[in-house]
């Protein structure tokens, strides 16, 4: 193997790395867009989708295939950069990786609480939703007594005029 083949064999393996980290940045990018929109209060999605699993939310439909991305990207595209600018790239990537990849777990437990949040308040809104039942319940239960209560003292009120007039006439 020649230097110049050496070179490129190193360059080819550079560039498939870069591509790689491209890939793997522009899939946290994705996971952190999907992430902050979950978040939104104006987006439903959370209501639309409560059955699918935190971790399978963050899947990118749009990240292409080594080969896709190689043949949109000709060699001469990739040349531009130096070992040097790889380098820097990396680390730079590798930091904000480690940043988003902090934000992700920040939101997906912010997610977690507010899931729980919002089942324990469902759950509130239930038993109150029960107990208001139960009280229209005794409401009704307690207007017939009312409207048994109020026949029996109109009853009472007719034998007892009638009492007073047999009273009135026995006294006379």
Do not use: C, W
């Amino acid at each position: 193997m020649t230097t110049n083949e050496a070179y490129e064999y190193e360059d080819d393996e550079a560039g498939q790395k870069e591509r790689k980290r491209e890939d793997a940045v522009t899939q946290q990018n994705t996971m952190q867009n999907e992430a902050v929109s979950l978040l939104d209060p104006g987006s439903s999605y959370l209501l639309q989708e409560p059955s699918r699993t935190v971790s399978g939310r963050y899947k990118s439909t749009t990240t292409a295939s080594e080969e896709d991305i190689s043949s949109r990207y000709p060699r001469t595209d990739r040349s531009g950069f130096s070992r040097h600018n790889r380098d820097a790239n990396a680390s730079g990537n590798l930091v904000s990786s480690n940043t988003l990849e902090k934000k992700i777990e920040d939101l997906e437990k912010e997610i977690l609480r507010e899931r729980q949040e919002n089942l324990r308040l469902v759950r509130l809104m239930q038993d109150k939703e029960e107990m208001i039942g139960k009280l229209k319940e005794e409401i009704d239960l307690l207007n017939r007594d009312l409207d048994d209560i109020e026949d029996e003292n109109e009853q009472l009120k007719q034998e007892n005029k009638t009492l007073l007039k047999v009273v009135g006439q026995l006294t006379r």
